[in-house]
């Protein structure tokens, strides 16, 4: 931390009465060493920051922090109040204030010496020296860490005479692991061991906005009560340096789960099945013990959380020891999961938009020209072409949040750029998945060179952007765009002209796809490529035919599990039957996932009756000639579909297929007494010996 903080720095006599007073008076001493170049500009950013959470913490210390865009390099500077200030903190003012100022574009190395600082402030040792020093000079040093703190209590002049005691202490239980480190087994078991002997093993995530001080303070924290309660307790910072994720085995061995942040936590359904304590990141700093027993006393009484939902694809993306395929399809995943909601909002307007003014609405002006409040063809006008605009924005957030999920932030600017380029050359969704990978395989590749010390701020922000945009737009425009374009238009043309056989054969196939996974990747897939077809202000005949197939078939299995439980509910358990309920409203809705209860209790008998319904029904859906105009809603856009009985037929057909093969499947053999179950409350349907000699279903 040799050039983050100097003598010019430190004020040991810090007169400032309140903590914006105080932030200006450290922020002053940086403008005039050119770490700042703006001093308002810096000081708003402070106070935007501190207006998210107060920075201050128990035993006198405050921590005003920022990124900020005018700041030219990592700095930090540290003031003493013989007064106190009040930053907010619950037992008082604060007489140690640290001003931290990170560029906008702070490179991991200087993150990284930032989070060291903020774990130290959790040393009671480190804080007495801070409050005995009387040089500006020691005090910069002990604060980058060129001479350690003398014990607390020890005189001003003691810090050499501590040294060897401080290496003796290291040695033993004294020394803080390094992030992410475990206690190691004493040779008795610890005061909080678990009744095998073996130590209580806690894992712990913590994060705050910014990511600079608050992440590692209350990893500190929680490291520091772990030790004096004799709990193992890791933790996985998720800072602004990144974060390595915590080793599964490590996870899969804990008895407990602490969550310690202010913004979402990353992959969290990683901890799922955990006791788990969910607070923010000062509680984490100011109360580790109680959150410690808070989660023993849980584990005690068997609370566990329930299964978190999956976070975005791009969370889940990168683990390690994944082959170059499952990776693919995670990135793949992150670029559908964000633009599906778009494909939802803006197909639904755009069929809204039809509902009211008609088919010929797509011809109406713009509402900014023409628009009479009382006329209902305005607004069908406005909703159409709201709808339009939101479809414009298909392929860029495809392309982005491809790119997201391979290389993270600095990966949206070429991969949104690719994107636009796609809809500008006419290469549609092909182009934009292109667009999407290149981008950021071209961002990979940028960040793999070994830049300059001095450039590594402006990279994120300036360099990475400007070079990365530059070679996707340049390989889409001039290389392969024109190709990708001409494919599209294949493929286009060729479902144009699906009639027939091969209509009703593309139909069975994609009623096959969406109820092979029930909302999982291959079902993606099939909802994507319909959806794809009717992203446009005026889509083709054989595009709606598609559509309308693949939402028929994807409300299949959910109905179907609904009404095998109401005509034999026998052959499922009670909470199979009470699932079932709520797979009417499921299955109504477009909602394929609400089969997944049944699936993954009995996956041999329900999946493959879901696929064989599924396709009936998108044969049949396929073959009446049905047409959608809306990606979702289930019946409850029937108004907006071509041939609605028919359509409503298909389905019916596809549910009665697919229940008489679950019933017949379930049949074949004997189950548990009605309302039977496990002995540990699971809810799929158990045999017994004394009911058949055939075992557990799968």
């Not at 290291?170 to 909080?192: N, R």
């Not at 999956?310 to 390690?320: F, K, Q």
């Not at 938009?353 to 002006?365: D, L, R, S, V, W």
């Not at 699971?682 to 799968?698: F, G, H, L, R």
Request: aromatic share 6%; with cysteine.
């Amino acid at each position: 931390m040799s050039e983050m903080i100097t003598a010019d720095l430190v004020d040991l006599d810090l007169s400032a009465d309140t903590k914006e007073a105080a932030a200006r008076a450290l922020a002053e001493r940086m403008v005039a060493k050119g770490r700042v170049t703006d001093l308002d500009g810096f000081l708003a950013d402070v106070a935007a920051r501190e207006a998210q959470m107060p920075t201050g913490l128990d035993g006198g210390i405050g921590i005003p922090h920022c990124r900020s865009e005018h700041v030219t390099e990592p700095t930090l500077a540290f003031g003493r109040s013989a007064a106190g200030i009040d930053f907010g903190a619950p037992d008082g003012p604060a007489d140690l204030i640290f001003l931290i100022a990170a560029p906008a574009g702070a490179d991991d190395a200087h993150l990284t010496i930032l989070s060291s600082l903020a774990r130290q402030l959790m040393n009671a040792e480190f804080t007495s020296a801070l409050r005995a020093v009387d040089d500006a000079a020691a005090a910069a040093a002990l604060i980058r860490g060129d001479e350690p703190p003398a014990p607390a209590g020890a005189p001003e002049n003691a810090v050499a005479e501590s040294n060897a005691a401080a290496s003796a202490d290291s040695a033993t239980d004294g020394a803080a692991p390094v992030p992410g480190a475990t206690v190691e087994d004493g040779p008795a078991p610890a005061p909080g061991a678990t009744d095998g002997g073996q130590p209580f093993r806690i894992v712990a995530v913590t994060s705050c906005p910014t990511g600079i001080a608050h992440t590692y303070m209350a990893a500190e924290s929680l490291e520091n009560a772990g030790r004096e309660a004799g709990v193992e307790v890791v933790v996985e910072t998720q800072g602004s340096a990144g974060f390595t994720r915590l080793d599964p085995a490590v996870i899969a061995a804990a008895d407990g789960v602490i969550f310690a942040h202010d913004v979402p936590v990353r992959d969290k359904d990683r901890f799922a099945g955990k006791p788990t304590v969910d607070v923010g990141v000062k509680a984490g700093i100011n109360k580790p013990t109680e959150l410690i027993t808070q989660v023993r006393d849980k584990a005690a009484r068997g609370e566990v959380s329930a299964g978190a939902a999956p976070g975005t694809p791009v969370e889940r993306a990168g683990e390690s020891g994944e082959g170059y395929g499952t990776k693919l399809r995670k990135w793949l995943m992150s670029g559908v999961s964000y633009m599906v909601p778009f494909v939802a909002a803006g197909g639904l307007l755009i069929a809204l938009g039809f509902a009211i003014g008609g088919y010929k609405i797509n011809k109406a002006p713009s509402v900014m020209d023409h628009f009479l409040w009382t006329q209902a063809d305005s607004w069908g006008a406005l909703f159409f072409q709201i709808g339009v605009v939101s479809f414009g924005f298909l392929v860029p957030v495809l392309a982005g949040y491809i790119a997201y999920g391979m290389a993270d932030r600095p990966g949206l600017v070429p991969g949104f750029v690719g994107g636009a380029i796609s809809l500008t050359i006419n290469a549609g969704f092909l182009g934009g998945l292109a667009a999407g990978l290149i981008a950021g395989g071209v961002v990979i590749g940028i960040q793999k060179v070994k830049i300059p010390a001095a450039l590594r701020g402006i990279m994120p922000v300036v360099v990475i952007p400007l070079i990365s945009a530059a070679i996707v737009g340049f390989l889409m425009f001039v290389v392969i765009g024109k190709p990708i374009a001409s494919a599209q238009k294949g493929m286009t043309d060729w479902l144009n002209g699906l009639t027939g056989t091969n209509a009703v054969l593309l139909g069975m196939l994609l009623g096959l796809m969406m109820c092979f996974d029930l909302g999982g990747p291959v079902n993606k897939v099939a909802y994507t490529f319909a959806t794809a077809g009717i992203a446009v202000a005026s889509p083709s005949d054989s595009a709606m035919k598609i559509m309308a197939a693949v939402m028929a078939a994807g409300m299949v299995p959910p109905l179907a599990m609904a009404l095998a439980t109401t005509v034999r509910g026998k052959l499922f358990t009670q909470t199979e039957r009470e699932n079932g309920k709520a797979a009417w409203v499921l299955g109504a809705s477009f909602i394929s996932e609400g089969a997944i209860p049944f699936a993954a209790a009995d996956p041999l008998r329900v999946i493959p009756s879901a696929m064989v319904g599924g396709a009936v029904t998108g044969a049949l859906s396929m073959a009446f000639g049905a047409t959608l105009r809306a990606p979702h809603g289930g019946i409850f856009v029937v108004p907006l579909i071509g041939n609605p009985f028919l359509y409503l037929i298909a389905i019916a057909a596809g549910v009665c297929v697919t229940t008489a093969l679950v019933v017949t499947l379930k049949g074949l053999r004997k189950q548990a007494p009605e309302g039977g179950a496990t002995a540990a409350g699971a809810d799929a349907p158990i045999s017994t010996k004394a009911q058949s000699k055939e075992p557990v279903a799968a």
